[in-house]
């Protein structure tokens, strides 16, 4: 099935001219054009909500940012719960991507650790291959996490840094090995401008063809000191470069991607033939909060859709926000998880471009 599946989006990809040289040509060497852009959009859109896969657990404990992988035929979702103090991340299962069954937790909070009351954790190296297998890549014999850190109690409360940790196993609620320090901080001296205040959630993917020099990348949300013109903080999307998962470097200058103003955060990758396609959320540079997109061919430059959400509220468990997402296609379907704020409160709710919800009550 992977290689059926991975064989179509190439073909898919090559028919739709999601290739380099054309669009290189184009519209200059890192740049996508808009005729391309246009084609992911018809590609990954999803007009059809399913509904709240993930409900709280209780009134006093919210849900979010989820993490989907798969591993022996059966999916995983890594995604966190707030109970005001801090975060912890659980482990949720499923066999058809529509109903899950909690397992447990795999970070849970310690007392007088540099992370004590803060662990968001997002597994790593998982399958970027649109329509590929999903499943995470061992390296160094372990699987691995990076996970926003922090003492304070209180919702992202304090400065924030991101942490590294190992397991054997990602299928079993068993609590990961966690790196005593984080390996971003605001404090570090090489930090930026845009990241100088506090940092949150990242992604780590492998770069197979080294496009950024290096094997593993970190895309993560940074917040500087400096703000927008209103002088309010503004959350924008950088990149770090590691060798071996544990020590990183940020590159570059500027952000990956930003708006000079409210927040765009909370990366994920899909490869579609020769291009990446990053999801991505925004918020409060326009009303409430909603899912967007990028592409480069390179990882480093990207070229951001100017056209619809891909979602945004519209039903009463995500009117107030409908944001952080992680989309796959399996079998022809594309399903976009994300958090979704409204009457039910703080959940994960799941879209498709199929309309499942009443394929699956006939």
């Keep these: 099935m992977k290689q059926v599946l991975i064989g179509c989006v190439w073909i ?8 380099q040289s054309a669009d290189a040509q184009a519209v200059g060497k890192a740049g996508v054009s808009q005729e391309t852009m246009q084609q992911i959009f018809e590609e990954v859109k999803t007009p059809y909500k399913y509904g709240v896969v993930i409900p709280q657990p209780d009134s006093g404990r919210m849900v979010d940012s989820p993490t989907v992988f798969r591993k022996g035929g059966v999916w995983y979702m890594t995604y966190i719960i707030f109970d005001g103090k801090g975060y912890e991340t659980w482990l949720s299962k499923s066999d058809n991507l529509l109903q899950w069954t909690h397992l447990g937790k795999i970070m849970s909070f310690t007392e007088n650790t540099w992370d004590a009351t803060q662990k968001a954790g997002y597994v790593a190296l998982v399958d970027t291959e649109w329509g590929g297998s999903y499943e995470p890549e061992k390296f ?8 926003l850190g922090g003492s304070e ?26 790196q005593p320090k984080p390996v971003l901080s605001a404090i570090d001296k090489d930090a930026r401008w845009y990241d100088d205040k506090t940092i949150y959630k990242s992604l780590v993917i492998r770069d197979k063809a080294r496009k950024t020099g290096h094997p593993f990348v970190m895309y993560y949300n940074g917040k500087g000191e400096k703000g927008d013109d209103k002088g309010n903080g503004f ?72 056209g619809a959400d ?53």
């Design 12 to 19: 898919i990809a090559a028919n739709l001219g999601f290739s």
């Design 140 to 147: 160094s014999g372990k699987y691995w996490l990076s996970y």
């Design 153 to 178: 109690k209180g919702y992202e409360a304090g400065r924030l840094g991101i942490g590294i940790a190992t397991s054997p196993d990602l299928t079993r609620p068993k609590e990961v090995t966690r």
């Design 235 to 306: 959350e924008s999307i950088a990149m770090a470069v590691s060798d071996d998962m544990v020590h990183w470097n940020r590159t570059g200058d500027k952000p990956l991607i930003t708006r000079n103003t409210g927040i765009c955060g909370d990366a994920q990758i899909a490869k579609i033939g020769d291009l990446y396609v990053m999801f991505y959320f925004g918020a409060f540079w326009k009303p409430g909060a909603f899912e967007r997109f990028a592409c480069s061919y390179d990882l480093v430059n990207w070229t951001d859709w100017n």
């Design 310 to 362: 891909l979602i945004s509220p519209s039903e009463n468990y995500d009117k107030t926000y409908a944001h952080k997402p992680w989309v796959i296609k399996w079998n022809g379907v594309v399903y976009h998880f994300y958090n979704a704020v409204g009457e039910n409160g703080r959940v994960i709710a799941l879209a498709t471009s199929q309309d499942l919800k009443h394929k699956n009550t006939n």
